[in-house]
Every structure is written in C-alpha cells, then in structure tokens.
C-alpha cells in the first residue's frame, strides 16, 4: 500500500514538474530536452559551411553571429549588399573568422533563374554546402477580401517557390556527398490559421508540406536532414516589411518588447539543427499552448483562434496592429491583452469599423471556458486529455532526438 502511494506521489510530483517546465517554456518540450541534454550547436557547427539566405535582418542576421562564434564558414544573402557587408563586419569582429571565411553573395530569392548561378558560386569558393538556412521571407497584414491577388502571388514566391529552388539547386550537392541539413524557418502559421495572414499562412503551410513530404524522400540519405522551424513572434523587422492590401510594406513598427528576442530564436534553432529534430515550435506562452491545441485538440484550437482572431481583426479595423498577448489578470484569470499600436498610414478597411478596443478589452479565455463547459466533468476531461498528450515529451512519430 505504501509503494503504491509512493508510486502516486511520484507521478503527481512528475505531473507537476511537466507543468510548470510547460507554462515556463519558450519552446515544444521536446526541442527544450534537446537543448538540455542533446548535442549543442558548439560541438556541431566548427567548420561547417552554411548559407544563410535572408541574412542581413532578424533571425537571419541573429543566426549569423552565433554561427560565426560556432566557428562555421558562412555565405550571406539577401537583397540588401550593403547590410550583407555589415553583418560580415560583425562577424569578422566578435568572432576568430576572417575575411575569406565570409563569403558575401546578394541574392533576391524571387530571382529563380539567379539560384544555379549563385549555388555555383558557393560550391566553387568553399567545395561544398553543409547547412542550407532557408530564412528569407515576408508576413502580410491585410484582410483577404481587400488584398490584391498579387500580394499572394508575391507570398508564394519569395516564401514558398524561392525557397523550394534554391533547395532544389543545392540538394543535387548533399546528394553527392550524402551529407548535409536543410534548415527551413517556417513559422507556427504553417500549420495554424492566422487571420489577417491568409497569403502568408497559405505559404508557410506550402513550405511545410513541402519539406515534411521530401525528408521522406531523403530517407534513402539519412545523412541529409530536414528541419522545420515554425517561430512564434519574434523581434525583427517582419511585421515593418509584411505585405499590406498592395505590394506596398506595412511600414509601422510594432511594440516588440512582447516577442521572443531574435537570438533567443536563433539559438533554438541551432539547437535544432544539431539534434536534426524534424519540426520544432518556438515560442513562449499563450502561443506554445495553441500550437499544442492545434497538434493534440484541434476543435478546441479552432475555438480559440477564431475568438482570439475576432479580437484581432476587431483591432485591425480600427487602425490598430493588435497583437494577441497573455497576460494574468488581477483576479488571477489568463487573458489576452490586445498591445495597441496607432498605424501611421490608416486605410480602408472592408466592413465598418468595429467598437474601439482601447482600454479594457481583454477576452478572459477562463469564464468564456466555464461558460461554454459548464459541465464540470467534461472540462476537467478535456484538460486531462489535453495535459496527457502535451506533457509527453516526444510528439509521436514526428520528433526524435538524434543519438
Ligand atoms: N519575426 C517573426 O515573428 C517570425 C515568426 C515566424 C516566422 N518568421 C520567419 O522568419 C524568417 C525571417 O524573418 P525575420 O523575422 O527575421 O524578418 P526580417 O527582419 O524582415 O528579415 C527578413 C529577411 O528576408 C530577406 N528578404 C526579404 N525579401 C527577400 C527577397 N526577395 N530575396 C532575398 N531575401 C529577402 C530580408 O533581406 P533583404 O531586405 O536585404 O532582401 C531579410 O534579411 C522569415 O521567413 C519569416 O517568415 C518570423
């Protein structure tokens, strides 16, 4: 009897422990454990060649130092040479990497017919590509029904088919040497739906089933893998560069002090790639639970979104960026903050202007849960059932980490 108490006291004690590493988490369970106890990126990277496309912001550009102090070789693209010379500068000085360890090849990734020649390029200065970082892409904010069908047009191919070719044209190298990783930064609206986003969500979902569907084909290569990285909010200049209604950019910078910090990112990512882990969510609370309801309890996440997204576009028609934020209440209640942020360009939104948000516009998630359930026993199932699936550490058949 007193084993089997024991034995009780340790689960609850386990049960715990998954829950308060699940509400401090910043990243799936999963790629935490790795960061914990897997292969860290510093025994990995020395002397790797890695390109990085979309290298001279944000992520990218974050990803680029920390590769740089790893020791690897680097080439550097994205459109802008003269933030691409900046970042080698960087490089150069917080790291032991000089010059000729920096290869600096701009590149617009919707330039499709560009890709063999710089892949050519890249193979002819360093004799091969290791890590291919597919990082280059663009968001939007818009409403569906006001955008101009070339705005997802141009989504699909800087995020998608820019992305797919110049995979396609390094590929044939790792074949031949049967080594290498390909690194995709996605984003957690591959595999959710994101209103204000449609474009943008519908070409991250592409990428995904993308890669999803060639690292099977890969499986003859197992030294080749493939890892998709699906952030969450991230410090960066994504939403200043989104596309809006036109081709035209967003324009306004939104309060980032809410959003993970890009080296925080930049190092979950490295910490993915040297566990070859196959997708990995980054990103702390409340958007980590949705993508854990979206994987495990769909209908539930379904639920969430579209009232957390009616919030959102509530805002967005308001001229407000409202951004979808937790915080806990006096009262003890989770709630989602809507961050408020004046657009400098106000346009045209279909629909009339919804009630203004400003001050107390908070959508407590806790008594919108009683009231839907009132039975108490079926929210309690339903907690249990999301708790025993999301506290387990590896998502089934998706995820391992590489021994
Ligand atoms: N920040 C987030 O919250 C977040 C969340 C989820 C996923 N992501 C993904 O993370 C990736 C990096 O974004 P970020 O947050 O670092 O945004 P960012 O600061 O705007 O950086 C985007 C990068 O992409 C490059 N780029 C844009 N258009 C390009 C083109 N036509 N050809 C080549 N490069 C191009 C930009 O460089 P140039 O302007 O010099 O070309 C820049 O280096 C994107 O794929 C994004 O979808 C970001």
Redesign the pocket.
């Known amino acids: 009897m007193d084993l089997l108490i024991l034995l009780m006291l340790c689960c609850l004690a386990y049960f715990l422990i998954q829950i308060i590493r699940f509400i401090k988490a910043d990243a799936d369970l999963t790629l935490l454990w790795a960061e914990r106890f897997g292969h860290s990126p510093e025994s990995k990277f020395r002397g790797s060649v890695v390109w990085v496309?979309?290298?001279?912001?944000?992520?990218?550009?974050a990803l680029c130092y920390q590769l740089a102090k790893l020791g690897a070789q680097l080439v550097l693209?994205?459109?802008?040479e003269d933030?691409?010379l900046r970042v080698k500068k960087k490089c150069i000085e917080t790291s032991n990497l000089t010059d000729k360890d920096i290869l600096v090849l701009p590149?617009?990734?919707?330039n499709i017919s560009a890709h063999k020649a710089a892949t050519d390029k890249v193979v002819e200065y360093f004799g091969r590509i290791d890590i291919l970082v597919n990082?280059?892409?663009?968001?939007q904010r818009s409403l569906c029904v006001d955008t101009d069908l070339d705005v997802f047009r141009g989504l699909m191919e800087?995020?998608y088919f820019?992305t797919i070719s110049l995979t396609k044209h390094v590929l044939p190298h790792m074949i031949k040497k049967k080594k290498g990783k390909i690194v995709t930064?996605?984003?957690?609206?591959g595999f959710i739906g994101v209103p204000l986003s449609t474009g943008?969500a519908a070409s991250?979902h592409a990428v995904q089933g993308f890669f999803n569907s060639l690292r099977i084909e890969l499986g003859c290569y197992p030294g080749i893998t493939v890892s998709n990285i699906?952030?969450?909010?991230?410090?960066?200049?994504?939403v200043?560069?989104a596309f809006t209604e036109t081709n035209q950019p967003f324009g306004t910078t939104a309060d980032q002090t809410y959003?993970m910090p890009?080296e925080r990112c930049a190092r979950l990512i490295l910490v993915t790639a040297a566990n070859d882990l196959n997708e990995s969510w980054i990103s702390g609370q409340p958007y980590l639970i949705i993508c854990y309801f979206w994987q495990y309890a769909p209908t539930w996440a379904w639920w969430i979104t579209g009232k957390i997204g009616q919030k959102r576009i509530e805002n967005f028609k308001n001229g407000l960026i409202g951004l979808g934020r937790m915080s806990v209440g006096v009262n003890g209640h989770m709630s989602f903050g809507i961050r408020q942020v004046h657009r400098e360009q106000k346009m045209v939104r279909s629909g009339p202007p919804e009630k203004p948000t400003g001050g107390p516009d908070r959508m407590q998630i806790l008594p919108i849960f009683q009231k839907r359930l009132p039975n108490r026993r079926l929210r309690t199932k339903t907690v249990l059932l999301f708790l025993a699936s999301s506290l387990s550490l590896q998502r089934a058949g998706r995820c391992c980490v590489n021994e």
């Open positions: 496309t979309g290298a001279s912001s944000g992520i990218g550009e693209s994205s459109r802008r933030e691409l590149l617009d990734l919707t990082n280059s892409g663009r968001s800087l995020n820019g930064i996605s984003s957690v609206t943008y991250k699906c952030p969450g909010p991230v410090q960066s200049k994504i200043e560069n959003k890009a």
